[in-house]
């Protein structure tokens, strides 16, 4: 399963982020640059058996405010806050640049980018 593997299933904070696990996974080495910028404009993304999805813009009715949707097409699916969704991403940006060391400038534009776009900031302790 782990073509590349841009997350571990030892990364995984829960099981039941499984999904995110499959999503990051299945993006091709090819096609990351493009992912982290479309999250950077708060776009989703669908990837084979997996898809992303930015909650607010979804439509009220699905009772699910904010936050991160990672789901599979065999239903599972997990929602997880912004923080959540950014520690996951960092984790997979890490391990992309391990493999694509030119393209750390601008991995680290997108992330800040992502990060001021959620306002996400790290948890005080």
């Given amino acids: 399963m782990e073509r590349n593997p841009f997350i ?3 990364d995984l904070q829960k099981e039941e982020h499984f999904p995110i696990y499959v999503f ?3 993006i091709k080495k090819s096609e990351f640059l493009e992912v982290c910028k479309n999250f950077s404009k708060g776009i989703g993304e669908g990837i084979e058996v997996a898809v992303c999805l930015f909650l ?3 439509a009220i009715e699905s009772n699910k405010i904010g936050g991160v949707e990672f789901s599979l097409h065999s239903g599972e699916e997990v929602v997880v806050d912004y923080s959540t969704f ?3 991403l960092n984790k997979a940006c890490q391990r ?3 493999l694509r ?3 750390n ?3 680290k534009e ?3 980018i992502i990060k001021d776009k959620f306002e996400i900031f790290p948890k005080l302790a």
Avoid: G
Wanted: hydrophobic share 40%; no cysteine.
């Fill in 24 to 26: 990051f996974n299945f």
């Fill in 56 to 58: 607010d813009d979804v």
């Fill in 101 to 103: 060391p030119a393209d």
């Fill in 96 to 98: 992309y640049v391990e």
């Fill in 110 to 112: 997108y992330l800040n």
């Fill in 86 to 88: 950014y520690w996951y």
């Fill in 8 to 10: 571990k299933k030892l």
């Fill in 105 to 107: 400038e601008i991995v």
